[in-house]
Each structure stands twice: as C-alpha cells, then as structure tokens.
C-alpha cells in the first residue's frame, strides 16, 4: 500500500507521522548519549533474559519447538542459550523467544502494557551473535528497541489488549524489529519497510494464556522480527507507514489510536525506566494479589486452617486475564488469582517450581483456592493494585492494599542488580554451575565492555571451554 492513501476522516494529513517519529528516534540513539541509568537498567534486562531463558528450556514448550527447529536442521550462526547448539539466526530467535516467555518470569512493561525484552533479545542476540557485535551496540539497539515497542504499545492503548490481542506477541514484532534494523545499521527507508514487514506479521491472542501458545508468540515475534529486519535489509518492500495508513497495523488493530502518546512524549523520557522485573513466575497481574496474601500471612502468622475466606478486589482487566477459577494444567495456574493466592496462603512462595500437577491437585490448596473470590472493582484503574481481605476463624477481617508497578528510581536501580543477580542464579546455576554461571553474571555486569556478542553467547553454553 502507497504511504500516500487518504487518510480516513479527522487523522492527520501527514500519512507517515507516527511511522516516521518513531523511526526518527529509535535510529538517533548513542550508546555514548545514553543515561547511566538507561544503561544499568539495560543491563539488568539482559541479566534477566539470560536468566530466564536458560531457566525455560527445560519446559515442555521449548523442548518441542526446539525439537522441531533441530529436526529442520540450518545454518548454524545462533546460539540456543543453555545449550552451545547453533542454528539459524531466525530459527534461533524463535527458540530463545519460547524459552524467555516459558516460565511466564519475564520482566514487564506498563507502557507497552506487554513484555518488553522476551520479543526482543532473542532476536537483538541472534543477530549480534551473527555480526559479532560488540556490548555497546547490543545495548544501543536494545534502548532503541524498547523505546519503539513502548511508543507501539502507547499508540495502541487501550484498545489493542482489550480486543484480545497479546501484545507481547504483536507489539512486540516491532520491538523485534527495531532492534535488528538498528543492530544492522538500516537506513531510515529500510527502517520503515522492516516496520511494515513486522505489522504485517504481527499476532497473538490472549485467549491462548495458559496454553503453549502464549510464549510462541514472544518466539513468534522474536523471529518475525527478525525476519522483517533482514528482508528490509535486501530491499524487500512493505508499508512504510504501517501505523498510520488505513488498513494498516494500528488503524485495523485498535479503536483508541493515540497520536499524541508518541508525538508529543519527549524524547528523553525513556520508558525503559518503567521495565518491572518480576519476583513471581505467574501472569503479572496476580502478582499484587499475591503480594497482599503474603503479607497478611508474615504479618499475623497465619495457617491454611486459619483462614475462612478471602476477597480480592482487583482491577476489571484482571478478570479477563488472570481468572482461571479451577486451572488443570500448570500453565493455567499462572493464570489464577484463586490457585496463586492459594500458593501465598499456605506460605508457598509461587516461583518455577510451584506449578505442577502435584500443587494442582494438593487438598490443602484447593480447598484454600475454593474459598477465594474475586471481585472486580471499576474504580481501581492501575492495573498493578490489589487490595486484599482475609476473614479469620476467630472473627478477625485483615487487610492488604499493594501496588507492584511502583519501579525504582536512582540509587534504587543499583541496588536492584544483587536481587536479579540472585533471580539469575537461582535459575540456571544447577544447569551450568555455580562457576560459570558466576562468570556469566559478571560478563553482563560488564556488558558494555564486551569486545564481542559471541564471548557471551558462548558463556551460556553449559560443560563448554570458555577460552
């Protein structure tokens, strides 16, 4: 379609507007300009990635999609990380896309209302991986990645996710995107056609949560990216104002196009600065549900036996998400507020190994799920607020009201890494040691001092001479 079609009654004149800006400022970051704190919040993605990615290949999702990637065989450029196997650059995105969103522990993103780094990194490592680039640039075409798929998620806000679309999975191909059109040094045309090629792929439903379907699409969006990137690169052709021309991404996709979210947000507001990282392995929006339970449960000592009944009050979107009332398989108890408030009640903390069959089917915590109800509450417009009652056999009725979308800011950021260095452990040190996993920790502490994307890729590989 011609960027020069007609707009539709009361859009603006200019058709490549919001297309144009974003790829404006996505193409015109520095490593050297960027704040320390973008840069240590960067960092900290990365650390997280790796973290959960390796985590994640274990799981059932991953070991079929990287059955079948392997069965397919490739070009062997890309490491699948946790494993030292390489294959294609895109095969490998789409692997390390399904393992990063496996273990639904991913870091999240109020601006993109998404995951931001699981559509991303899988695809930024690969082709680094492929370029042998350096730290810094991974980090540059990272910021600009993000940046892109927060403007993406902005323009696209409310309507997009209350349609039923998961936006890590649609907005997140443009992250994809971004990230390798600014690995590979695009020129601003190719930029918007690898834009184009990225909306013109872009899917996932959220009536997929709690199915493998749901971290396909962060795979799915990692290697669309990709591919988007790379065609772009060869003069492969698309709309190159895909999110402002009728029929195209956003004017199909949403019935609240915001303009002025991105046209009028400055340029040194970074929403990067907003990524939270997640202390739970479950959908983000039980998360301050669960956190009000614990509390209630460390603060008073509670058992399962003392407790008659719970009442969550949460936000209606929660309800849309998050409300499998009686889940039967694991990955459906990441998306029950009753089964994880059930989990904080009997003091189990809900991380990768609280969701199995035996957990599912355990009396104790189906009888405490059974007596929880969710209630939606219209005046509750943050999507990361829960407030919390427990009643007492003894009469007593305790309350909680949390917010986990509060992220640090300063000093706080900093200190933030020891508790992501200790999420990171925690996950891959029984599967690559306590050593090289040490090693590995320290490597992207350092990142931006990497001479070569390649060291790191092969410090992921477990049993593997680091050299």
């Given at each position: 379609m011609s960027s020069e079609a007609v707009l539709e009654a009361g859009e603006q004149a200019d058709v490549r507007a919001v297309t144009q800006e974003i790829v404006r400022r996505a193409r015109g970051y520095l490593f050297q300009a960027l704040p320390p704190d973008v840069v240590d919040i960067a960092k900290q993605c990365v650390l997280d990635w790796i973290g959960v990615t390796i985590g994640g290949i274990r799981e059932p999702v991953v070991r079929h999609v990287r059955a079948e990637v392997l069965a397919e065989g490739?070009?062997?450029?890309?490491?699948?990380?946790?494993?030292?196997?390489?294959?294609?650059?895109?095969?490998?995105?789409?692997?390390n896309g399904v393992a990063a969103h496996a273990l639904?522990?991913?870091?999240?993103?109020?601006?993109?209302?998404?995951?931001?780094?699981?559509?991303?990194?899988?695809?930024?490592?690969?082709?680094?991986?492929?370029?042998?680039?350096?730290?810094?640039?991974?980090?540059?075409?990272?910021?600009?990645?993000?940046?892109?798929?927060?403007?993406?998620?902005?323009?696209?806000?409310?309507?997009?996710?209350?349609?039923?679309?998961?936006?890590?999975?649609?907005?997140?191909?443009?992250?994809?995107?971004?990230?390798?059109?600014?690995?590979?040094?695009?020129?601003?045309?190719?930029w918007r056609a690898a834009l184009g090629i990225a909306g013109t792929q872009a899917a996932g439903l959220k009536s997929m949560f709690g199915t493998m379907c749901k971290p396909l699409h962060a795979g799915k969006a990692a290697a669309n990216g990709l591919l988007a990137a790379r065609l772009a690169a060869r003069g492969f052709t698309a709309d190159d104002a895909v999110l402002d021309t009728p029929q195209g991404f956003a004017l199909t996709q949403t019935t609240s196009r915001n303009v002025s979210a991105v046209l009028d947000r400055p340029a040194d507001d970074f929403d990067i600065r907003d990524v939270i990282f997640k202390d739970y392995a479950a959908c983000f929006f039980t998360h301050s549900s669960i956190e009000g339970v614990r509390r209630l449960v460390d603060q008073h000592g509670l058992t399962p036996d003392d407790v008659i009944g719970v009442r969550l009050r949460v936000p209606p979107q929660h309800l849309s998400v998050c409300d499998i009332a009686a889940p039967s398989t694991p990955l459906e108890g990441k998306f029950s507020l009753r089964f994880t408030a059930a989990l904080a009640l009997a003091g189990v903390r809900p991380d990768i190994h609280a969701f199995t069959e035996a957990t599912l089917t355990d009396p104790v915590l189906t009888s405490l799920r059974d007596r929880v109800r969710v209630i939606a509450d219209p005046a509750m417009t943050s999507t990361s607020t829960s407030h919390v009652q427990v009643t007492t056999g003894s009469g007593q009725v305790l309350t909680a009201s949390v917010d986990v979308g509060m992220p640090p800011r300063g000093q706080q950021i900093i200190a933030r890494w020891s508790r992501l260095a200790d999420k990171c452990r925690s996950l891959i040190a029984g599967h690559l040691g306590p050593e090289a996993t040490a090693e590995l920790i320290d490597a992207v502490a350092h990142l931006e001092d990497q001479p070569s994307i390649r060291r790191l890729a092969l410090l992921t590989a477990p049993g593997r001479d680091r050299g």
């Amino acid at each position: 379609m011609s960027s020069e079609a007609v707009l539709e009654a009361g859009e603006q004149a200019d058709v490549r507007a919001v297309t144009q800006e974003i790829v404006r400022r996505a193409r015109g970051y520095l490593f050297q300009a960027l704040p320390p704190d973008v840069v240590d919040i960067a960092k900290q993605c990365v650390l997280d990635w790796i973290g959960v990615t390796i985590g994640g290949i274990r799981e059932p999702v991953v070991r079929h999609v990287r059955a079948e990637v392997l069965a397919e065989g490739g070009n062997p450029q890309a490491t699948l990380l946790g494993t030292g196997e390489k294959v294609s650059p895109v095969q490998a995105a789409l692997v390390n896309g399904v393992a990063a969103h496996a273990l639904d522990f991913d870091d999240v993103s109020p601006a993109m209302v998404g995951h931001p780094t699981a559509p991303v990194l899988p695809a930024l490592f690969a082709v680094a991986e492929d370029a042998d680039l350096d730290g810094p640039a991974l980090l540059t075409a990272f910021v600009a990645a993000v940046e892109t798929e927060c403007r993406v998620g902005r323009l696209m806000a409310p309507g997009h996710y209350a349609a039923g679309w998961h936006v890590t999975g649609t907005v997140g191909t443009f992250g994809a995107a971004a990230a390798c059109a600014a690995a590979l040094g695009l020129d601003e045309g190719q930029w918007r056609a690898a834009l184009g090629i990225a909306g013109t792929q872009a899917a996932g439903l959220k009536s997929m949560f709690g199915t493998m379907c749901k971290p396909l699409h962060a795979g799915k969006a990692a290697a669309n990216g990709l591919l988007a990137a790379r065609l772009a690169a060869r003069g492969f052709t698309a709309d190159d104002a895909v999110l402002d021309t009728p029929q195209g991404f956003a004017l199909t996709q949403t019935t609240s196009r915001n303009v002025s979210a991105v046209l009028d947000r400055p340029a040194d507001d970074f929403d990067i600065r907003d990524v939270i990282f997640k202390d739970y392995a479950a959908c983000f929006f039980t998360h301050s549900s669960i956190e009000g339970v614990r509390r209630l449960v460390d603060q008073h000592g509670l058992t399962p036996d003392d407790v008659i009944g719970v009442r969550l009050r949460v936000p209606p979107q929660h309800l849309s998400v998050c409300d499998i009332a009686a889940p039967s398989t694991p990955l459906e108890g990441k998306f029950s507020l009753r089964f994880t408030a059930a989990l904080a009640l009997a003091g189990v903390r809900p991380d990768i190994h609280a969701f199995t069959e035996a957990t599912l089917t355990d009396p104790v915590l189906t009888s405490l799920r059974d007596r929880v109800r969710v209630i939606a509450d219209p005046a509750m417009t943050s999507t990361s607020t829960s407030h919390v009652q427990v009643t007492t056999g003894s009469g007593q009725v305790l309350t909680a009201s949390v917010d986990v979308g509060m992220p640090p800011r300063g000093q706080q950021i900093i200190a933030r890494w020891s508790r992501l260095a200790d999420k990171c452990r925690s996950l891959i040190a029984g599967h690559l040691g306590p050593e090289a996993t040490a090693e590995l920790i320290d490597a992207v502490a350092h990142l931006e001092d990497q001479p070569s994307i390649r060291r790191l890729a092969l410090l992921t590989a477990p049993g593997r001479d680091r050299g």
